[in-house]
């Protein structure tokens, strides 16, 4: 993706076509991540994902017990991994809004467009630390799964 400071993209070339399909799919994600999230809250409920902000925090205390054991803890409502789901849903809904404000803004030529573009870029951000601390979570899964099942093996 390729925006001057002036807010121009380029008219040709790789940059112009790259800019263009990050923006076609930022716009299928609008509808794509709307669809998703109405779907987990009406199946769970918002308290499910999000349980802390009602100072419930029995079920994460007990996941993260279980993890400093070495011991996986299972999925379950108000834990850990539902919290951790319902982080991805919020960083995925606030990134792609905020690059649709970027969009009308730019359409609009408003003078705040630079600056929403600038808020929308540091929200990837939260995207790119989900996707790799989420990698990283699956890999401590896989060893201590793998830990685990070798010492029952042994047994």
């Given at each position: 993706?390729?925006?001057?400071?002036?807010?121009?993209?380029?008219?040709?070339?790789?940059?112009?076509?790259?800019?263009?399909?990050?923006?076609?799919?930022?716009?299928?994600?609008?509808?794509?991540?709307?669809f998703l999230i109405l779907v987990c809250f009406s199946n769970r409920?918002?308290?499910?994902?999000?349980?802390?902000?009602?100072?419930?925090?029995?079920?994460?205390?007990?996941?993260?017990?279980?993890?400093?054991?070495?011991?996986?803890?299972?999925?379950?409502?108000?834990?850990?991994?539902?919290?951790?789901?319902?982080?991805?849903?919020?960083?995925?809904?606030?990134?792609?809004?905020?690059g649709v404000i970027w969009f009308i803004l730019w359409l609009q030529?408003?003078?705040?467009?630079?600056?929403?573009?600038?808020?929308?870029?540091?929200?990837?951000?939260?995207?790119?630390?989900?996707?790799?601390?989420?990698?990283?979570?699956?890999?401590?899964?896989?060893?201590?799964?793998?830990?685990?099942?070798?010492?029952?093996?042994?047994?």
């Amino acid at each position: 993706m390729q925006v001057t400071k002036a807010g121009l993209i380029p008219t040709d070339g790789y940059s112009f076509y790259f800019t263009w399909i990050h923006i076609g799919i930022g716009f299928c994600l609008l509808f794509l991540a709307a669809f998703l999230i109405l779907v987990c809250f009406s199946n769970r409920g918002f308290r499910y994902f999000f349980p802390y902000l009602w100072g419930d925090f029995t079920q994460i205390k007990n996941d993260i017990t279980l993890l400093f054991k070495l011991k996986l803890p299972e999925s379950s409502p108000r834990g850990l991994a539902t919290t951790i789901q319902g982080l991805g849903l919020g960083a995925l809904a606030i990134v792609v809004l905020s690059g649709v404000i970027w969009f009308i803004l730019w359409l609009q030529n408003s003078a705040l467009a630079p600056e929403a573009r600038n808020i929308h870029k540091t929200l990837t951000g939260l995207i790119e630390a989900y996707i790799i601390g989420h990698g990283l979570m699956g890999l401590l899964h896989f060893i201590l799964w793998k830990n685990n099942s070798s010492k029952s093996e042994n047994h």
